[in-house]
């Protein structure tokens, strides 16, 4: 199977390489030289642009930042759905809002392209040991032609729905991991304040009604656990600013929806307060400390 691969960052590298692993040639490209300079060294086959990469592919593959990339890429005037082939099936695993991905989706529809949606959860611990959980939003028929290669690059492979839906859930279990860390982190605050260990607290906690994937697998009070961003000043993991670019995913999602999201509206002004205060880069369980001083 011919493959291009669209956007090599931190999660797409890992990716890419993992499908290379498997056996597959991956025609890759991206806007920063370091990027394909590494792909190649790990036996992919850099190209000069997006359109070159995809000329003969029989899946595209996308992994950008934020929508605005994916709309310029997909629907551009030199965009993927002018310049590939309406065989290539198209997979955006990027995290973006549900709407525009229903959006670019029905564009490429239109013009005789099969689009599924398959952002994914794990981080690039998970990119880099092929255990991601894919969240698929599309036909049902044009998913079964992309597992094979997902199974590539994650344990998990859900199908949720129509198109965005894989953004939704996305959106939701983001919502959900942020005011978790929230609320998670408040609470060995308060028990710390009242002079208890946060080692005992969090042992308690776990096997009590609190339990929760935070307080078990990522706790955020330096100390408590190793190997998590928390014991290393919050270096590495999942940014803060990614956190915030999520929860504005979810709030905004809720606004066109008029659903009812206070503790999201919360949790995201909290993480752009957290932002603002020059902590962006850090891992999103630095949030511990917001107000500490
Ligand atoms: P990143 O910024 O490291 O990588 C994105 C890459 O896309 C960059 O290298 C950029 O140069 C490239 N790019 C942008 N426009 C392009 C174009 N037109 N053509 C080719 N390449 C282009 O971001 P990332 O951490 O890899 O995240 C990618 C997506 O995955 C985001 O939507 C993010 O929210 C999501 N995500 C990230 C994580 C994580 O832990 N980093 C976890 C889950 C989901």
């Given at each position: 199977m011919k493959v291009a691969f669209l956007g090599l960052g931190n999660m797409g590298l890992p990716m890419a390489l993992n499908l290379i692993k498997a056996g597959h040639q991956i025609k890759g490209f991206d806007l920063v030289q370091a990027q394909l300079d590494a792909f190649k060294l790990a036996g992919g086959v850099p190209m000069n642009s997006a359109s070159e990469a995809v000329l003969d592919a029989d899946v595209i593959i996308t992994m950008l930042p934020a929508s605005r990339h994916v709309e310029a890429l997909y629907l551009g005037d030199s965009g993927l759905l002018a310049t590939a082939s309406p065989k290539s099936?198209?997979?955006?695993?990027?995290?973006?809002?549900?709407?525009?991905?229903?959006?670019?989706?029905?564009?490429a529809k239109s013009?005789?392209?099969?689009?599924?949606?398959?952002?994914?959860?794990g981080g690039t611990a998970g990119a880099q040991?092929?255990?991601?959980?894919?969240?698929?939003?599309?036909?049902?028929?044009?998913?079964?032609?992309?597992?094979?290669?997902?199974?590539?690059?994650?344990?998990?492979?859900?199908?949720?729905?129509?198109?965005?839906?894989?953004?939704?859930?996305?959106?939701?279990?983001?919502?959900?991991?942020g005011i978790q860390m929230l609320g998670t982190s408040e609470a060995l605050r308060l028990?710390?304040?009242?002079?208890?260990?946060?080692?005992?607290?969090?042992?308690?906690?776990?096997?009590?009604?609190?339990r929760n994937w935070v307080l078990e697998l990522y706790n955020p009070c330096p100390g408590?656990?190793?190997?998590?961003?928390s014991s290393r000043a919050y270096a590495g993991g999942f940014g803060v600013d990614l956190m915030l670019k999520d929860l504005g995913l979810a709030t905004e999602n809720a606004s066109d929806l008029d659903a009812n999201v206070p503790l999201g509206e919360l949790s995201r002004k909290l993480?752009?307060?957290?932002?603002?205060?020059?902590?962006?880069?850090?891992?999103?369980?630095?949030?511990?400390?917001?107000?500490?001083?």
């Open positions: 099936l198209l997979i955006d695993c990027s995290t973006i809002s549900p709407k525009v991905s229903q959006a670019v989706a029905a564009a013009k005789g392209f099969a689009m599924i949606d398959a952002p994914v959860s040991a092929a255990s991601l959980t894919f969240m698929v939003g599309g036909d049902v028929a044009d998913v079964d032609r992309a597992r094979p290669l997902l199974e590539k690059m994650g344990k998990n492979i859900f199908h949720a729905g129509a198109s965005g839906s894989g953004q939704t859930v996305k959106v939701c279990n983001n919502m959900l991991l028990g710390v304040a009242n002079g208890i260990d946060p080692k005992v607290l969090s042992d308690i906690m776990s096997k009590s009604s609190g408590v656990m190793e190997n998590v961003p993480y752009e307060e957290h932002s603002k205060a020059g902590n962006g880069q850090l891992d999103f369980s630095s949030i511990f400390n917001l107000r500490a001083d």
